[in-house]
Each structure stands twice: as C-alpha cells, then as structure tokens.
C-alpha cells in the first residue's frame, strides 16, 4: 500500500499535490465513527444511536433483574427481553458499519479520478 502512495505521490502535478493535501489522510477510527454523524444523513445516525444506547440499558437492566430471579418464570420474563434487547442494540450499532465503509471507499475513489485525470494530462501533453 505504501508504494502505490510513493508511486502516486511522484506522478502527481504540484496543483494536484494541493488538491491531494485538502483531502488529507484517511482519518483514524474514531474520525471515522463521528464522521457518520454530520452530513445530511447525520440526524438519523444520530437518533440510531440513541435508541441504540436505550436499548442496551434497557437491555442490561433486564439482564440484572434475570440473574437476581429466583423463580424460573421470573427469570424467564426478564432473561427473553434481555436478549431480544441487547441484540436489538448490537444490530443498530452494526447498522453504522457500512456507512463508515462507504466513506472510505468514497475517498479512495477521489484519489483514484486524480490519478487517471494525471495520466490522461501527462498522454495528451
């Protein structure tokens, strides 16, 4: 990975290096997280999250009140809800993995359509 950067950084044109530099580097993990959280589909990432955080304590509540139970029926009534909520929360949360996904692939694409608009300037020149 890092010879193809060194390969593309030696092919590029000195306006291009500037364009190169306002994309910046690929964010680290947690760049990466908030990112999901602006844009014109943030609110919704945003309200995800919440019902996603809800769940999980809704969800460990349960599971408390699964462990203290001393009666097989008790424990029944808290243990299914438990489960059915923690995974519920699990899934929201894995729900933001694609977005985050697309993100990256939408940036290696800009650095490609730079690439290709060099090699096709340095042809016809």
């Known amino acids: 990975m890092r010879d193809l950067d060194q390969a593309l950084d030696a092919a590029i044109s000195a306006e291009e290096r500037q364009l190169l530099k306002s994309i910046g580097e690929e964010p680290g993990f947690f760049g990466q997280t908030l990112s ?27 599971a408390f009140n699964f462990f203290a139970a001393s009666d097989v029926l008790v424990a029944l009534r808290w243990g299914l809800p438990s489960a059915v909520l923690l995974l519920m929360s699990l899934m929201i ?16 694409l800009k650095r490609m359509e730079l690439l290709m608009a060099h090699r096709q300037a340095a042809r016809r020149a």
Do not use: C, H, S, Y
């Open 36 to 62: 999901t959280f602006g844009g014109r589909t943030g609110w919704v990432n945003v309200i995800l999250m919440l019902v996603q955080g809800v769940a999980f304590v809704a969800g460990a509540w349960a």
């Open 93 to 108: 949360k894995l729900a933001l993995w694609p977005t985050i996904q697309t993100d990256r692939v939408l940036r290696e």
